[in-house]
């Protein structure tokens, strides 16, 4: 039996204020403690090995949702893309979402796109870039890279719409200390590869070492529950299950538990998420 979640906090704006400032410092105070950890070397050539790839569509019809939002989050995806792709993790580096990314400001570019906040969306600078987080998350959990830092939304905002991928299986990501980082374990390079393509958000991520396993995602124990304030909740997890090449079970360990207070009445049908136009079948986790 899953434990009650707690009804949402709602935070003064300058409790908010100062829990950014302080936070914030923390981690700009980290990046430059342990800056020799951190992967900071690109390389346009491509490591030769492939180890998973993965795209997601760039235009999502969402209800409510200005398509403009949608424009202007391409442009931003791209600013973000070009800071990481190539990027090489060398054995015990750090990849860091943030720390290459930078604040995405107006001066480097960056322009309004949806950002998701307590439950609601709105338009800031920036908005848009947990499609880039979401999608190096993905690809890493089918590598033998290791994700040190998640960030999962506490709330779930849209009902599924042709999802192709389980419930909760993105990171979020909000600058500075809201990142996403990335371990890499093995005796070997490896290195992303992102791309804003004409449809979709492309990535890959290679290596210098062909891959000696095979990884699949299974969700687990998916329930959505009614709380004893009034709303919804909605859980599951995610394992990571890792087969040799041969198909044969090598381990499974559970690496995300995701708990978040549902936005919309549970059973939704299709033409309710997506304001009466259903979107293309190809529709992935973004933001």
């Known amino acids: 039996m899953l434990q009650p979640t707690q009804q949402p906090l709602h935070r003064s704006p300058l409790r908010r204020r ?3 400032l302080y936070y914030g410092t923390l981690r700009k105070l980290l990046w430059i403690r ?9 390389q346009e050539q491509p490591l030769e090995h492939m180890h998973f790839k993965h795209r ?5 019809k969402l209800k409510d949702v200005d398509m403009w939002l949608q424009y202007n989050k391409i442009q931003n995806l791209k600013i ?7 990027i090489l993790i060398r054995p015990g580096e750090v990849f860091s979402y943030w720390y290459l990314i930078g604040k995405p400001t107006r001066r480097k570019g960056y322009v ?8 609601t ?25 290791m994700v040190v830092e998640r960030h999962r939304h506490g709330y779930d905002v849209f009902p599924d719409s042709n999802r192709t991928q389980p419930f909760g299986s993105g990171a979020t990501c909000f600058y500075p200390h809201g990142d996403l980082m990335i371990y890499n374990p093995t005796q070997e390079v490896f290195q992303i590869r992102v791309n804003v393509g004409v449809k979709y958000l492309e990535g890959e991520i290679r290596s210098t070492a062909a891959p000696v396993s095979r ?4 969700e687990r124990g998916h329930t959505m529950q009614s709380e004893f304030w009034g709303g919804y909740s909605r859980h ?18 559970c690496i995300v538990k995701n708990s978040a207070i549902m936005m919309y009445e549970p059973f939704l049908s299709d033409s309710s998420a997506d304001g009466g136009e259903n979107p293309q079948k190809e529709v992935e986790n973004d933001s």
Request: glycine content about 12%; proline content about 1%.
């Open 112 to 119: 309004e796109g949806m950002v998701l906040e307590n439950g």
């Open 236 to 253: 599951n997890q995610l394992w990571q299950l890792q087969y040799d090449l041969n198909g044969k079970l090598q381990s499974e360990q």
């Open 80 to 86: 973000a893309a070009a800071a990481i792709d190539g």
């Open 121 to 145: 969306f709105h338009a800031g600078v920036g908005g848009g870039l947990c499609q880039l987080s979401n999608l190096l998350f993905w690809m890493t959990v089918h590598t033998p890279l």
């Open 56 to 60: 997601t569509i760039l235009l999502r």
């Open 215 to 218: 990884y699949e995602i299974e």
């Open 18 to 20: 100062c829990g950014m």
């Open 34 to 42: 342990k800056r020799r950890l951190f992967a900071r070397v690109l």
